[in-house]
């Protein structure tokens, strides 16, 4: 089970991110910036997994909420910066036309 949760801790951020930017409004951010946000993401996603898993299974290992705050914190930070981010460009597109 642990050998399974540490390519999705690995990997999960990104695909959360790449997944989350299908979500978004129409100018969407780049690619890079995506897969920035969901290293970020993944980081701050790991420390959160991280304090939650002691603090709510202090007995159990942390692995499961290691991976699952890694994917949970790279789909969110890409979610909340990448609207941003489009709202941004969907306005400088409205003013420069």
Known sequence: ???????????????????????????????????????????????????LGLAITPNAPASPWLAGGAVVGGAVLTWLVGRAVSKRRGAAQQVAR
């Open 1 to 51: 089970m642990m050998i399974l949760l540490l390519p999705i801790a690995i990997v999960g951020p990104f695909v959360a991110a790449l997944l989350v930017r299908t979500l978004l409004p129409a100018p969407k951010p780049g690619v890079g910036l995506v897969l920035l946000l969901g290293l970020a993401g993944g980081i701050g996603g790991l420390l959160v997994g991280l304090l």
